[in-house]
């Protein structure tokens, strides 16, 4: 089976602040990111992982882990509408 969006992300937020994956929360706040560096080495891999961009404006109006999710998931779906 293949790993949803929601997934990916979760395991790479998990990578990337070295934090248990069932600690994940996609709900958690953005602005409680604790090193802003690792954030944008996040942003990067979710990039590279699924070859899309996502635009720097709407990342700094992400609130939550999971409007990172809905961002690539629209980016995805758009990419197949072409």
Do not use: C, W
């Not at 706040?29 to 090193?35: G, R, S």
């Not at 992400?62 to 509408?81: I, K, S």
Request: hydrophobic residues 50%; aromatic residues 2%.
């Amino acid at each position: 089976m293949a790993n949803t969006v929601e997934d990916t992300v979760r395991k790479l937020v998990a990578k990337h602040f070295d934090l248990p994956l069932g600690e994940v929360d996609l709900d958690t706040a953005i602005a409680d990111a604790p090193d802003s560096l690792k954030l944008s080495e996040l942003i990067v891999a979710l990039e590279q992982h699924y070859d899309v961009a996502l635009e720097d404006s709407a990342v700094a109006q992400a609130r939550v882990l999971r409007d990172l999710v809905t961002m690539v998931e629209a980016r995805l779906a758009a990419a197949r509408g072409r």
